[in-house]
């Protein structure tokens, strides 16, 4: 069975605000980082005073304000659960 691919859109307003379609998952978050998953794959964004402003697991729409310094796609399934055991 193939996963289903949504799309995703990810808008960034003036370093300050982000939001972004297709989330399946906010796996971890904080001041400085925020891990989501997206079609599979990790995204990591990281910058400073990062709060988690909405999540709908429906629908797949996330957004978070802050200072937003970087926006880092990874691989598949859950390769940085690794760095944690």
Same mark, same amino acid.
């Given at each position: ?8 859109? +990810? *808008? ?13 998952? !906010?796996?971890? =978050? #904080? &001041?400085? /980082?925020?891990? +989501? *998953? ?13 709060? !988690?402003?909405? =999540? #709908? &697991?429906? /629908? ?26």
């Amino acid at each position: 069975m193939r996963e289903e691919i949504k799309e995703s859109i +990810l *808008t960034i307003e003036q370093q300050k605000k982000i939001t972004m379609s297709g989330v399946s998952s !906010v796996d971890a =978050f #904080s &001041e400085n /980082s925020i891990l +989501l *998953t997206v079609n599979g794959k990790r995204v990591k964004i990281e910058g400073n005073k990062l709060k !988690v402003l909405s =999540f #709908s &697991e429906g /629908s797949g729409n996330f957004a978070a304000s802050g200072e937003v310094t970087s926006v880092k796609y990874g691989a598949q399934g859950k390769v940085l659960s690794r760095l944690f055991k």
